[in-house]
């Protein structure tokens, strides 16, 4: 089962260190992400965190929260190469989607993908996010109603 962990220093390497799949784009590197965490941290809206199947690290994600508009934002997530395929993305984002769901705090949640990042984009859809038709910074905006 998935678990969402703090990053520490026990997993700080590890997560600076993931890589993509060879050939797949991944929009900003683990240590920028890491470096906008600790820049937006002030505000409080940013949530950088580990993903975990059980004692292993197979990933990691950043959220970013808008409460006046009620809307919870995907900013990263990262799934590392040897990861790929198992399904370790899906039950994160699923997993999010509930806690989103329970917390009442949010009407939609939001990502930005590359329609050249297929695998991505099947994961997304599969859970629930479509496409908005809009554009930012060459990628495609998805949006789920919660």
């Known amino acids: 089962m998935i678990q969402f962990r703090a990053i520490t220093e026990d997993n700080f390497d590890q997560i600076v ?21 600790w820049l937006f941290r002030q505000a409080g ?15 990691f ?4 929260e808008d ?12 799934v590392a190469e040897e990861n790929i395929g198992k399904g370790y993305g899906t039950e994160a984002l ?3 989607i509930h806690l989103a769901r329970e ?11 590359s329609r050249e990042n ?6 997304y859809e599969k859970v629930g996010f479509y496409d908005t ?13 919660l």
Request: proline share 2%; glycine share 6%.
């Open 17 to 37: 260190q993931m890589k993509r799949p060879e050939g797949e784009t991944f929009v900003a590197a683990n240590v920028y992400s890491l470096a906008q965490a």
């Open 133 to 145: 038709g809009e554009v930012e910074n060459e990628e495609c905006i998805m949006r789920l109603d």
């Open 45 to 59: 809206d940013v949530y950088p965190f580990a993903i975990y199947e059980e004692d292993k690290l197979v990933g």
């Open 103 to 113: 917390s009442g705090k949010y009407d939609f949640m939001i990502l930005d993908c």
């Open 118 to 123: 297929g695998r991505a984009w099947h994961v």
């Open 67 to 78: 409460l006046e508009e009620r809307c919870l934002v995907i900013w990263r997530i990262l």
């Open 94 to 96: 699923r997993q999010i």
């Open 61 to 64: 994600m950043m959220l970013d």
